[in-house]
Nanobody
Framework: QVRLVESGGGSVQAGGSLRLSCAAS????????MDWFRQAPGKEREFVAG????????DYADSVKGRFTISRDNAKNTVYLRMNSLKPEDTAVYYC?????????????????WGSGTQVTVSS
């Protein structure tokens, strides 16, 4: 059974930092491109960051460029999202998603697996 489990969310003040983790099990992690998405209340889910299956290619939404960093450790079957300089508008539930044999960082469709999310709340 495949599982993606996010952790590391919480409540922080604006300007603070968090590191999210997404631990994968039940799959060959290195065969999957991995992305982070987020969904704020009343809004559609949006792409945040993506990383290729080998980890050499990354991509970011304009709203988080320069503040967030995605990385992965294939030996630990885990993808990370380091979030610095957090803003209240970063408040959302953050999800990781896996895309089989996606060598680069696109397309951002046809994800095979999703996690259940972790809440991030940034107060002003």
């Amino acid at each position: 059974q495949v599982r993606l489990v996010e952790s590391g969310g919480g409540s922080v003040q604006a300007g603070g930092s968090l590191r999210l983790s997404c631990a994968a099990s039940g799959l060959t992690f290195s065969n999957y491109g991995m992305d982070w998405f987020r969904q704020a209340p009343g809004k559609e889910r949006e792409f945040v960051a993506g990383i290729s299956l080998g980890g050499s290619i990354t991509d970011y939404a304009d709203s988080v460029k320069g503040r967030f960093t995605i990385s992965r450790d294939n030996a630990k079957n885990t993808v990370y999202l380091r979030m610095n300089s957090l803003k209240p508008e970063d408040t959302a539930v953050y999800y990781c998603a896996a895309s089989y044999r996606r060598i680069g960082v696109s397309p951002r469709t046809g994800y095979n697996y999703w996690g259940s999310g972790t809440q991030v709340t940034v107060s002003s």
